[in-house]
């Protein structure tokens, strides 16, 4: 096995028309190694080597704050092109931004072919498998969505059978495209992995009720890295972690009419209080926006349904009874409306991208966008009835993205979760050339 990834890796070196015989090679070479993985350099320094092939080295991935790629460095820098929207995103399908400062000094798109294992295996002391790398090619402006929606979870009827969800509110996308589904009128949450018909029960299913493997009325939840799962228990008046694959959760939270989740890159948890009109943020406890009383001014909420936190620590609140979005920078004692203006019925869930666009989705059956300082937003998922159509959507309550920039909705009366398929097409134009 060794032996004959460093012979092709040998055969591969010798040849200028690299692409043109990794072309060929590619499926053979697929099914000789099951290598199809990058391999992440955690805390290695930029260049620092990486793998049993001297070709390969680290490159710095601009998305994350300590890991690298490692990468077959035998690309023309011509090839490469700037990654977009702050140095950031690539919209090029399978190409992850990295720091490649031989090659320019602004950050460039990388293929992620070239940094699979069957080009850069790993060295053989470095025995912990690593993670996969899917790439987080980003959003562009002008991405639109497929308005005939896909059934990913439930579209079955209201019901109790695993191929059955009952009135869900909330959902949770893995990297795996794996959909987590507050499923909270059958009091548990279920995990549909991508293309499954049918889900499995990863939390609760034991019946309403407060014991520790029971939930009343769960409302959103969220994973974090580990696979530890928060769960806004709202009836409850609790916020269970539940660790992966646990049997039972623990209350982290009592006494919270909880109705929001979101956490921020550093892992702390946000939850957003609808009795309390505040956003709290756990486990320091701090009130981080609202809880000045109920009402419309910039230092209050009304209903907050749901809050999200960008990169810069921002915190953006659905702030359904005010018909708004707000957004309250880091320390701030006041928001700023970032969407709503009378464009918002009832927003129950905010998402932001890297591009500092702000999607809601309205309990007015779509999903509006606002492009960064917009002043108004466009249906990105218009409303084509409340019927259970492919194109039609039925009181949504919960959105989110995966790794491609698909979006998924809690269609929540049709008991379904619907996928509507992003088409990037258009978002090459925005690229710089070097
Ligand atoms: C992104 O790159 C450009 C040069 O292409 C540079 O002027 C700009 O400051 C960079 N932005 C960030 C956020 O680093
Ligand atoms: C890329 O890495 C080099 C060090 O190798 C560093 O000096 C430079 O600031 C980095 N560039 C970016 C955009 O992070
Ligand atoms: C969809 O709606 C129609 C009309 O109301 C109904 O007859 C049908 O059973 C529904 N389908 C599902 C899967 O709920
Ligand atoms: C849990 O539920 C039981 C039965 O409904 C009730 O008697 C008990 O007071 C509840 N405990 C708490 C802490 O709410
Ligand atoms: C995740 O697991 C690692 C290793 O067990 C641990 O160090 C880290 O604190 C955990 N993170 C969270 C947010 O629990
Ligand atoms: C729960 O919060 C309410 C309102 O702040 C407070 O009056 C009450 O004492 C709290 N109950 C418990 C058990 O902490």
Known sequence: MWSKSILLLVIISLTCMFSIVYAFLYPILHSLFDETRAQIC???SQYEQCSSNTACACLRLMNTVNDGICAYLRVKCSELISCANNNRTCYRPDHICVNHSRCHSTPLCYPIDMTLQIFCPPIPSMTT?????????????????NQNGVTVAGGNGRGSSLDQLNEPLGLFVDEDAAVYVADTLNFRVVKWASGASSGQVVAGGNGEGNQTNQMKYATKIIIDKNGTMFICDHTNMRVQRWFK??????TIIENISCWGLALDKEESLYVSDWEKLRIMKWPSEEIVAGGNGQGSALNQLFYPCDVFID????????DDGNQRIIKWPVGAKEGIVVAGHNQLESPQSVVVDQMGAVYAVDYGNHVVRWLKDAASGSIIISQHGAGNGTDELSDPT??????QGNLYVVDRTN??????TIDKSSCDRNLVST
């Not at 919960?398 to 790794?403: E, T």
């Not at 008991?415 to 509507?420: D, E, K, L, P």
């Open 415 to 420: 008991s379904r979760v619907q996928m509507f």
């Open 398 to 403: 919960d959105l989110a993205f995966d790794r």
């Open 311 to 318: 990169q810069d620590q921002s915190i953006f609140v659905a």
């Open 42 to 44: 955690q805390s290695a």
């Open 245 to 250: 694959n646990d049997d039972h959760g623990q």
């Open 129 to 145: 498998p690593p993670p996969p790398v899917i790439p987080d090619d980003g959003i562009c402006a002008s991405a639109t969505w």
